[in-house]
């Protein structure tokens, strides 16, 4: 049992900061990569930012904005946002493609979510 669980969503005003952090717990053997998607209200679900042992990469839309980092000794990964646009307002998800110790690939995992509200 694999658990991802997101926290740090708040209501900010344009231009503020937030930092998003999602710690996976349970049977986990290994984490190939992490990744935050966001989705806003009537839109598709798109990836924000994605992170692996050697390299991180942004949509064009967060580029210079937003930061993903990750604690591999905490199997936790964040997301610090700066310079927040009201585009930016979503619900963000967590996702960890990872290795159980009771499965011999990998499959991807996801947390619940946290709303992000940017205010104009």
């Known amino acids: 049992q694999v658990q991802l669980v997101e926290s740090g969503g708040d209501l900010v005003q344009n231009g503020g900061s937030l930092r998003l952090s999602c710690a996976a717990s349970g049977s986990i053997f290994s984490i190939d990569a992490m990744a935050w998607y966001r989705q806003a209200p009537g839109k598709q679900r798109e990836l924000v930012a994605t992170?692996?042992?050697?390299?991180?990469n942004y949509a064009d839309s967060v580029k210079e904005r937003f930061t993903i980092s990750r604690d591999n000794a905490k199997n936790t990964v964040y997301l610090q946002m700066n310079g927040l646009k009201p585009e930016d307002t979503a619900v963000y998800y967590c996702?960890?493609?990872?290795?159980?110790?009771?499965?011999?690939?990998?499959?991807?995992?996801w947390g619940q979510g946290t709303q992000v509200t940017v205010s104009s």
């Open positions: 996702n960890a493609r990872l290795k159980t110790t009771d499965e011999w690939f990998f499959q991807d995992y």
């Open positions: 992170i692996t042992t050697n390299s991180a």
